[in-house]
C-alpha cells in the first residue's frame, strides 16, 4: 500500500523521538502541513504526517468505502515501522479513534489525542448531526457515502471551524477535503469501539470548547477512561487549523518534554 508521508526535519540534531501526525475524517495529511509540522520541526523534533488509505495522495480510493478501522490502523503500523523510532503518535478526531484502537496492541513512545472520537463512539454524533442536518444524512445513507454529512461549504465551515476563519483559508481547506469510509462509520459507531482497558500507553487528550462534533462530556470521558483529565482551548473541532492552533502544539510540547521525548 503506498502511503504518502509529509515530513518536516529540524535544522539541526533531531530528538530523538519522532512524532507522526494522524488526521481525522475527509481530512488528509496536508492538514498537519498548515502549522503543525514545520512548528514542531522549529522545535528540533521530525515531525511526519501521513494520509490513510484513499485520502490525500495515498493509494487505496477504489476500496475507500469500505475501508475499517482494522485497515487504518495497518496503515499506521506500515508507517511507524520505518520511522527512526517508536513515534508519539498524535491523532486527530478520527485520526484519534484510529490512535486508541492501534494502541490496544501495539507500542507508542506516548499518544496525544486532538478532539478525538470518543470511547462511546460516534453514534450520539451521529445522531446529533441527524437532527441538525437531516439532508445530508438522508444523502449519505442512500449513497453510502460520509463526505455529503460534510459535503457543503455552510455545514463544514460549522462543524470544523470558528467563525473568525478568514474565508479565502476555510476554501482552500474546503477544497482539499474528501470522501471518507462509510464501513469505518459503522466500526466507530457500534462495530469495533475503544477497548481502553488494552492501552498502557501515556496520553494527552486535549479538546475544543466550542466542537460541534464531539461534547465536552465526551472528551472528559475519554480522558477518564485513560486515566488522565481533559484540558480545553477556545476553538472549534480542526483544533490543528484554528487561530490558537499555537496554544495546543505548545501544550503538547511542554507535556512532551515531561515525559522526557
Not at 518536516?8 to 507522526?20: A, N, Q, S
Not at 482552500?172 to 470522501?179: K, L
Request: hydrophobic share 45%; with cysteine.
Amino acid at each position: 500500500m503506498h502511503l504518502e508521508i509529509i515530513t518536516r526535519k529540524p535544522p539541526g540534531t533531531p530528538r530523538p523521538t519522532p512524532l507522526l501526525f494522524i488526521h481525522g475524517s475527509w481530512h488528509g495529511a496536508w492538514c498537519w502541513d498548515e502549522y503543525f509540522l514545520p512548528y514542531f520541526a522549529e522545535q528540533g523534533y521530525i515531525a511526519h504526517a501521513m494520509s490513510l488509505r484513499g485520502h490525500g495522495k495515498s493509494s487505496g480510493d477504489h476500496e475507500l468505502r469500505w475501508a475499517t478501522v482494522a485497515d487504518y490502523v495497518a496503515d499506521v503500523e506500515q508507517v511507524a515501522r520505518i520511522l527512526e523510532g517508536i513515534p508519539v503518535l498524535i491523532g486527530h478526531s478520527l485520526g484519534g479513534y484510529v490512535v486508541q484502537k492501534y494502541l490496544e496492541g501495539r507500542r507508542a513512545a506516548a499518544a496525544v489525542l486532538l478532539a478525538s472520537l470518543p470511547v462511546t463512539g460516534m453514534l450520539a454524533f451521529t445522531l446529533r448531526h441527524l437532527q441538525r442536518y437531516p439532508g445530508s444524512m438522508l444523502k449519505t445513507a442512500l449513497s453510502l457515502n460520509p463526505y455529503y454529512m460534510v459535503g457543503t461549504p455552510k455545514i463544514n465551515k460549522a462543524v470544523f471551524f470558528s467563525p473568525d476563519v478568514p474565508q479565502e483559508q476555510f476554501e482552500r481547506y474546503y477544497e482539499q477535503m474528501q470522501r471518507e469510509s462509510f464501513r469505518i462509520a459503522l466500526d466507530a459507531a457500534l462495530l469495533d469501539l475503544p477497548k481502553p482497558v488494552r492501552v498502557n500507553t501515556p496520553m494527552l487528550v486535549l479538546g475544543a470548547a466550542n466542537d460541534q462534533i464531539f461534547t465536552r462530556e465526551e472528551q472528559e470521558n475519554t480522558a477518564t477512561a485513560y486515566n488522565t483529565t481533559a484540558e480545553f482551548f477556545p476553538m472549534a473541532h480542526d483544533m490543528m487549523l484554528e487561530p490558537g492552533w499555537q496554544a495546543v502544539a505548545d501544550r503538547i510540547l511542554v507535556w512532551l518534554h515531561w515525559k522526557g521525548l
